[in-house]
């Protein structure tokens, strides 16, 4: 059975850079096809698509975020990391990782992503 589970601050102050940290156990983040996803919820709202770090390594992230992000991985650790730069209080949200057994594509839908972190809640404040 594979697990994930988010670790990090709970709480950022504005300007300062967000940092997760996402553990895999149960399967290796190397193993062919699988896509090791971030996403968000902010309160009252839907949730949004971060980026991910697919099994061979390569990245890719939302338009809206791709300047402030950054998810890279150790695979000695079977870990994956977030990054979120010059954080907002618009970036309080509940952070998930998640793995998608295709490539994601968001405007699809969640229904690829077959195993989810319990989240983990993140406030930007002073």
């Known amino acids: 059975q594979v697990q994930l589970q988010e670790s990090g601050p709970g709480l950022v102050k504005p300007s300062q850079t967000l940092s997760l940290t996402c553990t895999v156990s149960?399967?290796?983040?190397?193993?062919?096809?699988?896509?090791w996803s971030w996403i968000r919820q902010p309160p009252g709202k839907g949730p949004e698509w971060i980026g991910y770090i697919a099994y061979s390594g390569s990245t890719d992230y939302s338009p809206s975020l791709e300047s402030r992000t950054s998810i890279s991985r150790d695979t000695s650790k079977n870990q994956f990391t977030l990054q979120l730069s010059s954080v907002t209080p618009e970036d309080t949200a509940r952070y998930y990782c998640?793995?998608?057994?295709?490539?994601?594509?968001?405007?699809?839908?969640?229904?690829?992503?077959?195993?989810w972190g319990q989240g983990t809640q993140v406030t930007v404040s002073s």
């Open positions: 149960g399967g290796s983040i190397t193993t062919n096809h699988y896509y």
């Open positions: 998640a793995r998608a057994n295709q490539l994601p594509i968001p405007v699809l839908g969640w229904g690829n992503y077959d195993y």
